[in-house]
Structure formats: C-alpha cells, structure tokens
Nanobody
C-alpha cells in the first residue's frame, strides 16, 4: 500500500490546515501509520501516529494542537493542525511504520508570523 500526503500550504500563525494521507489500498492492512515532518536544517521527527485500532500518540510539541484520525472507508489518514506556529513550518510526510514503508514526497507547510 503506497501513501501520498497532500494538503499543505501557506497559513498565518494561529491558523489551521488539514493534511491528508491517501492510501492506494486498504489502510486496514497498516498496523501503525505516522505523520512526520522535517524542517529546514533539522532531522525528520515523528509528529503523530495512529494504529489500526485507533490509538494515537503525539510529539509533545504538538499535543493539544494536532489531531490524527483515520477514515477506513476512504482509505485516508488525516492530520488536523490547529493553532499553527512558525516552528511548525516543515515538509510533512506520512509513512507506514508497521509494516515499514518508504518515504513519499511529502507536503510543504509554511506558517508565517
């Protein structure tokens, strides 16, 4: 199952964006999926994860602001990002964690101050 992230864009600080991760097949085959981001000059980091049962986990930096969810009928995983900050600026990727998957192209999120 291949994944493609979309939904990035330019937003002002305090604004919101919803990213989508569309799967080429059933996401029920994915035990655990994660949203990651990589800011310029920084290492890629895990932002949020969700397992097949719907359990979620978040990086401390986004807790209370970001929400990961999945729509099994649409084979899509979402990342709702609220109260965005300039430090959220990064390329965002979705990736299969279990079973392991490859990195896609990602989608750029730019938060202006």
């Amino acid at each position: 199952v291949q994944l493609q992230a979309s939904g990035g864009g330019l937003v002002q600080a305090g604004g919101s964006l919803r990213l989508s991760c569309a799967a080429s097949g059933s996401i029920l085959s994915i035990v655990h999926l994660g949203w990651y981001r990589q800011a310029p000059g920084k290492q890629r980091e895990l932002v949020a994860g969700i397992d097949r049962g719907g359990a979620t986990n978040y990086a401390d930096s986004v807790k209370g602001r970001f929400t990961i969810s999945r729509d099994n009928a649409k084979n899509t995983v979402y990342l709702q990002m609220n109260s965005l900050k300039p430090e959220d600026t990064a390329v965002y990727y979705c990736r299969r964690v279990v079973p392991p998957g490859s990195w896609g192209q990602g989608t750029l999120v730019t938060v202006s101050s």
